[in-house]
């Protein structure tokens, strides 16, 4: 299955969550122990109403928190859970703070990185991906648009879907 958002259409964080669950194969019982490795109960029926396509009825908006968790949750799936307390989901997300923590569950270096984009043949060089990486307050942060995002999602579906 190649999914691809049309440019004009932003991502919604319950396409970010659809894509991540069928990049990486994981079915309800993996996505709820994704949200309890970041210390949030989810029920299946929560998994299933995120899922859901914006039409269907029953579909139930992934706020920013949420999605916050899940990523959180997925770095420790994937790096271990760090010992003390766990980081914060953060209240406000962007595609900047989205892709820094994929990058981190991943364990992924730049190279990987400009590897994976360009499997969705999207061309970035190091320092226009290390501008991302930046704190907003940098003068060479430079924001994450939804096209770069949406590459680097269908990169990793290229790459990690079996």
């Not at 499997?119 to 907003?136: I, Q, S, T, V, Y």
């Amino acid at each position: 299955m190649k999914y691809l958002w049309p440019n004009s259409v932003s991502m919604t964080n319950n396409d970010i969550l659809r894509r991540l669950r069928y990049t990486f194969d994981f079915n309800d019982d993996t996505m709820i122990s994704i949200f309890a490795l970041a210390d949030q109960e989810v029920t299946r029926a929560q998994i299933s109403d995120w899922l859901k396509k914006e039409d269907a009825e029953g579909y139930v908006r992934l706020d920013d928190r949420e999605l916050a968790v899940f990523l959180n949750g997925f770095i420790n799936k994937q790096r271990g859970k760090r010992e003390g307390e766990q980081p914060a989901p953060e209240e406000k997300l962007n595609n900047n703070i989205i892709f820094r923590k994929l990058k981190i569950a991943l364990n992924l270096k730049d190279f990987d990185i400009i590897d994976i984009l360009q499997l969705a043949d999207f061309r970035l060089g190091k320092a226009e991906l290390n501008a991302f990486f930046r704190k907003p307050n940098h003068n060479h942060y430079r924001r994450c648009k939804d096209q770069i995002l949406r590459n680097f999602l269908h990169g990793l579906q290229i790459k990690y879907r079996k």
